[in-house]
């Protein structure tokens, strides 16, 4: 089921009604999150109901286990170690068949067609899940946190399998820990009506962006990134929009994602914070997609020695979680690529003489100085051109596009005004998000000045969504489902 979608206009209001003004006590709360949640999830495929089902029960057992044996101590073959390696395995297992066994198998294949050879073509013809990776990592950072001692198991079945398929960020993030989601699941809610007009405020702020900015961005981008005879200044525009397509859309489902999960009184973490004011590509990845990148410092990168062991080693490590990121986007080799580049540019960074400088955000000053624009725009510079990458069917069409922007001259900057809907939309979040950058979400109003009065913020909210309704764009599925 799409947030963007009439079925979940429906969906959200009988489910808040039930679980608030019927189903009151905590254990029916949670078996109706669980109820909803599949009906969510069932919606796409009624089918794959049963693979996050097998996630969720082996994910389960093997905390109940990891417990069990680490207290007894008796079996030699069913250590915690073994149970947590079979529950990863399991579930990295399910991931790869679903989501990477064709795209190696194509790969070894061609390869083998490399060197002479003539292999038969060996793929599954299986649907992709949607928000297998998300669901995945969920589940293993659970187990994980277990068998190193920062968690105690849940012994409630229908709290844990709550938890793992929570409807509002099951398919899309935030990728949960269990740490923070797992005890709010535990532990009886009390509706909070100032959380919930949050909730309220940050959805539709959310549906702005991925309806008004997102979806209007995809049909510019299409267009300039099918064209072959377009000069440097457009191609490099077309990267531009895209960058604020795929923010936009991504950051607005986690807006959407937060804001719901509020009216049912949970609290997620927060996903994305203002990335595109980085003012390097380090500061970049600590502020996009924040619950995977802290997924993978806290079981990759760490692991692996993070920074400890020198800066070969360190760079080592970094290519390493780059890579996986990379990979973890898709079975394509542009994601690969995409990943590498963005792991080498975090490896250059970490040799030039950049002093720490003082964050942005925290600035008072209206404005950003003329050094902070500067790093600002290189930052958002090398950012897209990873991107381009990206958003490109293959490498060669990635190399061809980066080419262009770098050898056909072009600085008719006429195509702006040929999208001139889009750029409107791109500098009106721009600097609505820079005027609230200290906030947790564009539509955390502090009552103050204008603002103060009630009739002021209701119009703003209306006049939002207004917006939404005359000028969004053609319905687009969430770039992030594919993943």
């Known amino acids: 089921m799409l947030f963007n979608s009439f079925e979940f206009l ?11 003004f019927v189903f009151k006590q905590l254990r029916y709360q949670n078996i109706l999150i669980v109820i909803a949640s599949y009906v969510f999830y069932g919606w796409w495929d009624k089918t794959f109901l049963l693979l996050i089902a097998l996630t969720t029960i082996c994910s389960y057992a093997s905390g109940l286990l990891i417990k069990k044996y680490r207290e007894t101590n008796t079996n030699k073959i069913l250590t915690p170690k073994a149970i947590t390696t079979i529950n990863i395995i399991i579930n990295i297992g399910i991931l790869f068949v679903f989501k990477y066994f064709n795209f190696f198998a194509e790969s070894f294949t061609e390869l083998l067609k490399y060197f002479g050879a003539t292999p038969d073509k060996i793929t599954l013809k299986l649907i992709l899940p949607v928000g297998i990776s998300f669901y995945t990592f969920q589940a293993l950072s659970y187990t ?3 068998y190193r001692k920062k968690l105690e198991p849940s012994e409630n079945i229908v709290d844990f399998f709550a938890f793992i398929s929570f409807f509002p960020q099951l398919v899309a993030g935030p990728i949960e820990r269990a740490t923070n989601l797992l005890p709010q699941f535990q532990k009886p809610r009390k509706f909070d009506y100032a959380l919930a007009v949050d909730g309220l405020r940050q959805m539709l702020w959310g549906f702005f962006k991925k309806l008004v900015v997102a979806d209007n961005c995809a049909d510019v981008v299409e267009q300039i990134f099918t064209e072959s005879n377009a000069g440097g200044f457009r191609m490099l525009f ?17 807006d959407i994602a937060i804001g719901t999960a509020k009216l049912f009184g949970i609290k997620l973490m927060r996903n994305f914070n203002i990335p595109y004011f980085s003012r390097s590509v380090g500061e970049f990845w600590q502020r996009w997609h924040i619950s995977l990148m802290t997924w993978f410092r806290d079981y990759i990168y760490f692991p692996l020695a993070g920074s400890r062991k020198g800066n070969f080693k360190t760079v080592l490590n970094s290519l390493i979680v780059f890579l996986i990121s990379g990979l973890w986007h898709g079975a394509n080799w542009t994601f690969v690529f995409w990943g590498l580049y963005n792991g080498i540019l975090i490896s250059i960074q970490r040799f030039l003489p950049i002093k720490k400088h003082k964050d942005v955000v925290a600035s008072n000053s209206i ?43 072009d600085f008719n900057l006429s195509v702006i005004l040929w999208a001139k809907k889009v750029s409107f939309f791109i500098a009106l979040t721009i600097a609505a998000e820079w005027l609230q950058r200290k906030k947790k979400h564009v539509l955390d109003i502090e009552p103050k000045g204008i603002l103060k009065y009630h009739a002021t913020r209701i119009a703003l909210y209306a006049a939002i969504f207004a917006t939404i309704f005359y000028f969004s764009g053609k319905i687009q599925t969430f770039i992030y489902f594919q993943f």
């Open 144 to 146: 994980i946190d277990i």
């Open 367 to 409: 404005f950003p100085n003329i050094k902070e624009v500067l790093q600002m725009g290189v930052t958002f510079f090398l950012i897209v051109l990873g991107w381009i990458i990206f958003r490109s069917d293959n490498i060669t069409m990635a190399f061809n596009y980066i080419t262009r922007i770098f050898t056909i001259p």
């Open 10 to 20: 429906i969906f959200l209001p009988i489910v808040f009604i039930l679980y608030w």
């Open 238 to 254: 077309g990267g531009i929009v895209f960058a604020f397509q795929i923010y936009c859309d991504f950051s607005g489902y986690s």
